[in-house]
């Protein structure tokens, strides 16, 4: 058996036999390079910005400024416990692969296609939100660029969409052009933030005259959610609304999957792998509050902030707090320059992740043509067809948001990929984490481990699921409810919807023929300590799936 935790690449390729894998994928990302994909992914420059409305809305700030460090401690519950799997694990095929291990092909085959699809939305929210900001950036600086005319101060949906095609282009091109570049834009990346979050944070500090109370952050309750007639007290408010907030902190910090499915780039793996993950959710968990903290205190007229969303749309609320401020308005340039850009290096990271994922689950023969996808360029060691084809996927769930016309309105796409991106991620996240804590003693850790504290924290985190799941299926607003008088579509959660026909195509598909033709994980390789690796011929799919 390999040596554990050792950050040989010949250790790490036998540990990667003995899972039954061949190298194809180049070996050169660093314990560091691994860790900023997932916190570059997490990107408190992206989530915070893009979701503040929610928490800002459905509870105010004190869901922000309390519920943000209370739910990301928790999610650390459901990090270290995956980190845990990483490092038993360490396969590009992440959760799927570990649920397969733990629980059958038929789990693997459920966690995977959430997995792949929960990360089709995360690229298609994050690349889709950049645009919104990057559009808004041009419309302050008054640019016009020819096909768009930004200097009217309109967000129409239209010049949004192909601004987003545009940046969806240049992270595929990126991602296709070398691992090794992607890598490098990573670790620049971590400190764009660190150091993009500081030059913020300094600039709401310092630069306005006027800042707000603390009992105003820490205290302040809004309900603008038209529930129980903006009530900030009794059951309605804290049991329906201000769990909505806590989408702000669950949105967020995901995508720390990320880690686990560069494993089989990563020198180190074992141990490089399970920091990864947890590492990057307790720095972005931390960070992130900093930034929100300081983004609560600099939001001097709260109701401009309320309006930010009627004026220029739903993330409107975050930029609202910048443009009123009582500061110069090339201040509040600076901030959304430094946020779009780490924006772009986010949405960047999360094609790396989704390429990968789709890549290993058609590897083991899960997607349709799987052949295509599975295919690894011998000059640059990527994976290419994976990274065009799941490009191509988040494109086509976006194409609803291209017919709107007039004033920017939050496509119903939109909401749909933000549902089905954290929804599904954490669902691929929990399953295999519920067999590890089934399988009890009998799981067998590798160098990384929780523990016997597993007990516990794998418990905490299955609980926390299932409460996230039915909180973001939750209706944000009263008008979003069927039923009532004002109903409005745009309003309505397509959460349940989405993860609905995910779980029933997928199910579908298991019980019309993949349950016959899906074993799990192949075996490319073996490894003996005597004889070393053996390549085996790749076995003929049952019923030739294609």
Same mark, same amino acid.
């Given at each position: 058996?390999?040596?554990?935790?050792?950050?040989?690449?010949?250790?790490?390729?036998?540990?990667?036999?003995?899972?039954?894998?061949?190298?194809?994928?180049?070996?050169?990302?660093?314990?560091?390079?691994?860790?900023?994909?997932?916190?570059?992914?997490?990107?408190?420059?992206?989530?915070?910005?893009?979701?503040?409305?929610?928490?800002?809305?459905?509870?105010?700030?004190?869901?922000?400024?309390?519920?943000?460090?209370?739910?990301?401690?928790?999610?650390?519950?459901?990090?270290?416990?995956?980190?845990?799997?990483?490092?038993?694990?360490?396969?590009?095929?992440?959760?799927?692969?570990?649920?397969?291990?733990?629980?059958?092909?038929?789990?693997?085959?459920?966690?995977?296609?959430?997995?792949?699809?929960?990360?089709?939305?995360?690229?298609?929210?994050?690349?889709?939100?950049?645009?919104?900001?990057?559009?808004?950036?041009?419309?302050?600086?008054?640019?016009?660029?020819?096909?768009?005319?930004?200097?009217?101060?309109?967000?129409?949906?239209?010049?949004? #969409?192909?601004?987003?095609?545009?940046?969806?282009?240049?992270?595929?091109?990126?991602?296709?052009?070398?691992?090794?570049?992607?890598?490098?834009?990573?670790?620049?990346?971590?400190?764009?933030?660190?150091?993009?979050?500081?030059?913020?944070?300094?600039?709401?500090?310092?630069?306005?005259?006027?800042?707000?109370?603390?009992?105003?952050?820490?205290?302040?309750?809004?309900?603008?959610?038209?529930?129980?007639?903006?009530?900030?007290?009794?059951?309605? $408010?804290?049991?329906?609304?201000?769990?909505?907030?806590?989408?702000?902190? *669950?949105?967020?910090?995901?995508? $720390?999957?990320?880690?686990?499915?560069?494993?089989?780039?990563?020198?180190?793996?074992?141990?490089? %792998?399970?920091?990864?993950?947890?590492?990057? &959710?307790?720095?972005?968990?931390?960070?992130?509050?900093?930034?929100?903290?300081?983004?609560?205190?600099?939001?001097?007229?709260?109701?401009? =902030?309320?309006?930010?969303?009627?004026? =220029?749309?739903?993330?409107?609320?975050?930029?609202?707090?910048?443009?009123?401020?009582? *500061?110069?308005?090339?201040?509040?340039?600076?901030?959304?320059?430094?946020?779009?850009?780490?924006?772009? #290096?986010?949405?960047? %990271?999360?094609?790396?992740?989704?390429?990968?994922?789709?890549?290993?689950?058609?590897?083991? /023969?899960?997607?349709?043509?799987?052949?295509?996808?599975?295919?690894?360029?011998?000059?640059?060691?990527? !994976?290419?067809?994976?990274?065009?084809?799941?490009?191509?996927?988040?494109?086509?769930? *976006?194409?609803?948001?291209?017919?709107?016309?007039?004033?920017?309105?939050?496509?119903?796409?939109?909401?749909?990929?933000?549902?089905?991106?954290? &929804?599904?991620?954490?669902?691929?996240?929990?399953? !295999?984490?519920?067999?590890?804590? /089934?399988?009890?003693?009998?799981?067998?850790? /590798?160098?990384?481990?929780?523990?016997?504290?597993?007990?516990?924290?794998?418990?905490?985190?299955?609980?926390? =699921?299932?409460?996230?799941?039915?909180?973001?299926?939750?209706?944000?607003?009263? %008008?979003?409810?069927?039923?009532?008088?004002?109903?409005?579509?745009?309003?309505?959660?397509?959460?349940?919807?989405?993860?609905?026909?995910?779980?029933?195509?997928?199910?579908?598909?298991?019980?019309?023929?993949?349950?016959?033709?899906?074993?799990? !994980?192949?075996?490319?390789?073996?490894?003996?300590?005597?004889?070393?690796?053996?390549?085996?011929?790749? !076995?003929?799919?049952?019923?030739?799936?294609?």
């Amino acid at each position: 058996m390999a040596p554990e935790g050792t950050s040989d690449p010949i250790a790490d390729e036998q540990r990667l036999a003995e899972l039954g894998y061949k190298q194809e994928l180049p070996r050169g990302w660093t314990r560091f390079t691994n860790f900023a994909i997932s916190f570059s992914i997490i990107s408190v420059l992206a989530g915070c910005f893009t979701l503040f409305y929610v928490g800002w809305n459905n509870g105010g700030p004190m869901v922000i400024s309390i519920g943000w460090p209370v739910i990301a401690i928790i999610i650390l519950t459901v990090a270290v416990s995956m980190a845990e799997l990483a490092s038993a694990y360490p396969t590009a095929g992440g959760p799927y692969w570990w649920a397969h291990n733990l629980g059958g092909a038929g789990w693997s085959w459920f966690t995977g296609w959430f997995n792949v699809v929960g990360l089709i939305g995360i690229v298609a929210s994050v690349d889709y939100v950049l645009s919104f900001f990057a559009t808004t950036l041009f419309g302050l600086w008054g640019w016009d660029l020819g096909f768009v005319n930004f200097a009217d101060g309109q967000h129409l949906q239209a010049e949004i #969409f192909w601004v987003f095609a545009i940046i969806l282009a240049l992270h595929a091109l990126i991602n296709i052009y070398s691992s090794h570049l992607v890598a490098l834009f990573n670790s620049i990346s971590v400190w764009w933030h660190v150091i993009g979050v500081v030059i913020i944070i300094g600039i709401l500090i310092i630069v306005p005259d006027s800042h707000q109370s603390a009992d105003f952050v820490f205290t302040e309750r809004i309900n603008n959610s038209g529930f129980d007639a903006g009530s900030i007290s009794g059951g309605l $408010y804290w049991f329906l609304v201000l769990p909505v907030g806590f989408l702000l902190t *669950m949105y967020t910090i995901t995508g $720390y999957d990320a880690s686990a499915h560069v494993a089989e780039e990563t020198v180190g793996a074992e141990q490089a %792998a399970a920091k990864g993950i947890w590492q990057s &959710v307790a720095s972005s968990a931390l960070i992130g509050w900093f930034v929100l903290l300081a983004i609560l205190f600099a939001a001097t007229d709260p109701t401009a =902030v309320t309006e930010g969303d009627q004026l =220029v749309g739903a993330f409107g609320s975050s930029l609202a707090v910048f443009t009123s401020a009582d *500061m110069n308005q090339n201040w509040a340039e600076a901030i959304i320059l430094i946020a779009v850009i780490g924006q772009f #290096f986010c949405g960047m %990271a999360c094609v790396t992740s989704m390429s990968r994922t789709f890549f290993a689950f058609s590897r083991d /023969r899960a997607v349709p043509g799987w052949k295509l996808w599975s295919r690894v360029s011998g000059k640059r060691g990527v !994976p290419i067809a994976a990274v065009v084809g799941s490009c191509a996927l988040v494109f086509l769930l *976006m194409v609803p948001a291209l017919p709107g016309k007039g004033t920017y309105i939050p496509p119903v796409a939109f909401f749909a990929a933000t549902a089905i991106g954290t &929804v599904g991620l954490y669902i691929a996240y929990v399953a !295999p984490v519920y067999l590890r804590w /089934r399988a009890g003693d009998a799981f067998q850790a /590798r160098s990384w481990t929780i523990g016997r504290r597993y007990k516990w924290v794998n418990l905490i985190a299955v609980l926390f =699921v299932i409460f996230m799941v039915i909180d973001l299926c939750l209706p944000a607003y009263s %008008a979003g409810v069927p039923w009532e008088s004002d109903f409005d579509w745009s309003l309505f959660n397509y959460t349940p919807a989405v993860v609905g026909l995910v779980l029933l195509g997928s199910g579908l598909a298991w019980v019309l023929g993949a349950n016959k033709r899906y074993k799990g !994980p192949i075996r490319q390789v073996e490894f003996d300590e005597g004889l070393g690796i053996k390549e085996e011929p790749p !076995p003929a799919p049952a019923g030739g799936a294609e």
